[in-house]
């Protein structure tokens, strides 16, 4: 099934970005807790009232998306830094400049396919296109439950 990932918010491109790393983790068989706190901090972005404190409490991070190399111990995993980095661009890219939806689109594709997420399975697609991206494309914060309603329950 093909979805136009540009009718996402990007709080709701950000949160599936973050499960596709999450995927890539159970695949993989990572249990790296650096790699789940920047999961983690992907995952607070659709609850975030200040999107720029979000965004900068994201750089104290030791795996944080940002181009920078990996621990040690995760940097011979292929594809885990550009999946790391393209799920955190999928948010990056529009912090400071004008929404554009087709860039926003295109970091997620990029992380869809890195971690082989299989979005009509794990995302309840219709939930997350409920989300108002609005003018600036981030749309309003959303309460807890409502994020974790994104998930499809096996």
Not at 16 to 42: M, N, T, W
Not at 128 to 138: E, I, K, N
Request: charged share 25%; glycine share 6%; with cysteine.
């Amino acid at each position: 099934m093909i979805y136009e990932l540009e009718r996402l918010s990007v709080r709701t491109a950000t949160w599936i970005a973050a499960q596709c790393v999450r995927h890539f983790c159970s695949k993989s068989g990572i249990d790296d807790p650096r790699l789940f706190e920047y999961i983690d901090f992907l995952e607070e972005l659709p609850l975030a009232g200040d999107v720029p404190a979000w965004d900068q409490s994201g750089s104290a991070l030791e795996v944080s998306g940002l181009g920078d190399p990996l621990p040690a111990v995760l940097q011979d995993i292929p594809n885990l830094l550009e999946l790391v980095d393209a799920s955190r661009e999928v948010s990056a890219y529009q912090i400071f400049g004008r929404f554009q939806p087709a860039k926003m689109a295109e970091f997620l594709r990029s992380a869809l396919a890195l971690s082989d997420f299989e979005i009509a399975v794990s995302v309840n697609m219709e939930d997350v296109l409920r989300h108002d991206p609005g003018r600036d494309g981030w749309g309003q914060p959303v309460e807890v439950a409502i994020r974790d309603s994104w998930a499809r329950l096996a």
